[in-house]
């Protein structure tokens, strides 16, 4: 069965999304014409630039970010490259995650392989000790997988060894001559497996379609696609566990902040009211700016490290700014029901509670709900962000360096 996904959150994740792939892409190109920047520790190698390469064997980890990235040293460890053309040439040790425009493996990985791009080609030199899994438009196997495949895309074709099961999605599915799978095929496509001579399967082939009439499928929840003659349809039972799981998190989020932080999470809020321009405009900046300023330290020699920890705390950014985006929302729409002093936690999280149902009800809305949770978040973002930079204006100054304390 396929899973629909829900239009308006999907809507909701391009909006916070797009600025950064695009920031990081266009930062990455920019950088080109730059020598590599490579931070290194006793064991791992940390590098971003232009043209990215290592400059001998790594045994630990090896991290590279780059417009071209080309492994041709063997690293020991695990390898997370991202970059617009990656080619794996030489082995690696662990598992190896790889995203790009193009991604090309023709070598050994000991663990696991993740690669994801437009495409995605593992050459007949390349052996992948434990499974795979690749998300791109074209995906070529000519080589050997000796766990079981797993991908998604808008062309599949397999033309070498998996010994495991193969589980795929794609609008084509093809089994070259020479392809081997040691497992079950289970693909999901509108159309048939095209099958050459001389491809072996060593399980079940299952084609899960979801290709039904609407008269043969008219008890079945979803919507018809006329133009791939498939019949979408929901797990429902596997939605609401998600949905209910996801406000709980949530919810214990707003406790925390509540909890950790009351006059913060009550002036934060405030910031949207009295200056919502403001805050819209300094979120959308600080989502788009964030993974920029990212990039710019990578191709830093001293701010590789620096860079990482901006790409880690970015989703602390977007679900801070979410909280309380969602916390003024609470206050905007109870505030007939508030009185003049400041409300306690219960009350607080009540409120939140509420708020945070309804935002999330809404999102399920086509279009308008994508676009409340974006802009609830930027909203949130840049009240944070004013409200921190107020805070640090009004701090009191610091005694001058050996003052004397004055006597009593």
């Not at 990455?28 to 064997?57: L, M, S, W």
């Not at 991908?151 to 392809?179: C, F, K, W, Y």
């Not at 973002?381 to 304390?405: D, F, M, Q, S």
Request: with cysteine.
């Amino acid at each position: 069965m396929r899973l629909s996904p829900n239009r308006g959150a999907r809507l909701a994740s391009l909006l916070v999304l797009a600025p950064v792939l695009c920031a990081g892409f266009v930062s990455i190109a920019r950088a080109q014409g730059q020598p590599a920047a490579t931070f290194e520790t006793e064991r791992n190698v940390y590098t971003a630039g232009g043209h990215v390469r290592p400059a001998r064997p790594v045994q630990g980890d090896f991290v590279a970010a780059g417009g071209r990235v080309v492994i041709d040293q063997r690293i020991g460890g695990d390898a997370t490259l991202v970059g617009g053309t990656v080619d794996v040439r030489a082995p690696i040790g662990d598992d190896l995650r790889a995203s790009g425009g193009d991604v090309s493996v023709d070598s050994t990985v000991g663990g696991e392989l993740f690669a994801a791009g437009a495409n995605i080609t593992l050459g007949r030199g390349a052996v992948i000790a434990r499974s795979a899994r690749m998300h791109g438009a074209n995906i070529s196997v000519e080589g050997r997988i000796e766990g079981g495949l797993k991908g998604s895309g808008d062309s599949i074709t397999i033309n070498g060894e998996v010994r495991g099961d193969v589980d795929v999605a794609a609008a084509q599915v093809e089994l070259g001559p020479a392809a081997k799978i040691g497992g079950a095929l289970r693909y999901k496509s509108p159309a048939v497996l095209k099958q050459a001579p001389g491809a072996t399967v060593g399980g079940a082939v299952t084609r899960d379609a979801d290709s039904k009439r609407p008269s043969q499928a008219a008890s079945m929840p979803g919507k018809w696609n006329p133009h791939r003659g498939e019949w979408h349809y929901e797990r429902r039972g596997t939605g609401i566990v998600g949905g209910i799981l996801s406000y709980l998190g949530l919810l214990a989020c707003g406790a925390l902040l509540l909890l950790v932080a009351p006059v913060f999470s009550t002036q934060a809020p405030e910031r949207i009211r009295s200056t919502p321009w403001v805050s819209l405009g300094i979120g959308f900046a600080t989502v788009f700016a964030a993974p920029v300023l990212a990039v710019l330290l990578f191709v830093t020699l001293l701010g590789i490290p620096l860079g990482f920890i901006v790409l880690a705390l970015y989703p602390v950014l977007l679900l801070a700014g979410f909280v309380v985006g969602t916390l003024f929302i609470g206050r905007l729409v109870f505030k007939p029901l508030r009185r003049d002093e400041p409300p306690g936690f219960g009350t607080a999280i009540g409120w939140f509670a509420l708020a945070l149902l309804m935002v999330l009800l809404l999102a399920w809305v086509p279009v308008a709900g994508g676009i409340l949770l974006a802009l609830v978040t930027f909203a949130g973002i840049g009240a944070c962000a004013v409200e921190l930079y107020g805070r640090r204006k009004t701090a009191p100054p610091l005694p001058p360096a050996g003052a004397a304390t004055a006597a009593p």
